[in-house]
């Protein structure tokens, strides 16, 4: 009977620390799913790349295939493709240009560059004894 009710309080404890685990994983995956948020104009632009190679793809496919393929209609899908994404380019060159001008992270919150902290806080010069100089 003691080995019994050993093995159960065991099994108790093993799947309130894999319950445990698990909440903690799960809390863990909707933070980082929180924190990186893609934007609408990555996805866009995702979506334009995949559109541009599968156009392309298709195109060499059926010309393999001895089909006659549309080669304007392909060239024209794969030009405003990479139209989009040349403009997606400068659009977020001007949004990190601008951060940077004033001074913010990537989510908008304001930041020092470790190169201008302030010289009260620089550190202090140590010598091979260890004490500082003042």
């Given at each position: 009977?003691?080995?019994?009710?050993?093995?159960?309080?065991?099994?108790?404890?093993?799947?309130?620390?894999?319950?445990?685990?698990k909440a903690s994983r799960k809390k863990a995956r909707a933070e980082a799913r929180a924190a990186k948020k893609t934007e609408f104009s990555k996805k866009l632009a995702a979506w334009a790349v995949c559109v541009a190679t599968?156009?392309?793809?298709?195109?060499?496919?059926?010309?393999?295939?001895?089909?006659?393929?549309?080669?304007?209609?392909?060239?024209?899908?794969?030009?405003?493709?990479?139209?989009?994404?040349?403009?997606?380019?400068?659009?977020?060159?001007?949004?990190?240009?601008?951060?940077?001008?004033?001074?913010?992270?990537?989510?908008?919150?304001?930041?020092?560059?470790?190169?201008?902290?302030?010289?009260?806080?620089?550190?202090?010069?140590?010598?091979?004894?260890?004490?500082?100089?003042?």
């Amino acid at each position: 009977m003691s080995r019994v009710r050993h093995f159960k309080e065991h099994w108790k404890k093993w799947r309130r620390r894999v319950k445990r685990r698990k909440a903690s994983r799960k809390k863990a995956r909707a933070e980082a799913r929180a924190a990186k948020k893609t934007e609408f104009s990555k996805k866009l632009a995702a979506w334009a790349v995949c559109v541009a190679t599968l156009s392309v793809i298709a195109s060499y496919v059926l010309a393999a295939l001895g089909c006659e393929t549309v080669s304007d209609v392909t060239v024209a899908v794969f030009t405003g493709c990479i139209g989009y994404l040349i403009t997606y380019a400068g659009k977020s060159l001007g949004e990190k240009m601008s951060r940077n001008k004033h001074g913010l992270d990537a989510d908008g919150q304001p930041y020092t560059p470790p190169s201008a902290a302030p010289e009260d806080e620089a550190p202090l010069d140590m010598d091979t004894t260890g004490n500082a100089d003042l």
